[in-house]
């Protein structure tokens, strides 16, 4: 089995920043993809930001200049540094999994979100 786990998140006011972190643990062989995602009450939810093993980064043009995804492969972790909040990144956040567990199986993980909140 995989485990997702999110961290991070909380209150903040408008111009904050918060950083959320993402591990996930069990029977990983490797990682190819982590990314993070948000869902606002009656919204999809929306990619926010991705980045592969070898480092290669994806944003949502709406937090471009203002998130930072990073990722600590030995620990299998992923952060979201936020800066500059607005109050429509208020979401839960969800970190997201891709890879490759024991005995071959791929893996497509959720964890289960936390919530970022930004008044104004």
């Known amino acids: 089995q995989v485990q997702v786990v999110e961290s991070g998140g909380g209150l903040v006011q408008a111009g904050g920043s918060l950083r959320l972190s993402c591990a996930a643990s069990g029977s990983i062989v490797s990682i190819n993809a982590m990314g993070w995602y948000r869902q606002a009450p009656g919204k999809q939810r929306d990619l926010v930001a991705t980045?592969?093993?070898?480092?290669?980064?994806n944003y949502a043009d709406s937090v471009k200049g203002r998130f930072t995804i990073s990722r600590d492969n030995a620990k299998n972790t992923v952060y979201l540094q936020m800066n500059s909040l607005k109050p429509e990144d208020t979401a839960v956040y969800y970190c997201?999994?891709?890879?490759?567990?024991?005995?071959?199986?791929?893996?497509?993980?959720w964890g289960q979100g936390t919530q970022v909140t930004v008044s104004s």
């Open positions: 997201n999994a891709i890879g490759r567990r024991i005995y071959g199986y791929e893996f497509n993980k």
């Open positions: 980045i592969t093993s070898g480092g290669n980064t």
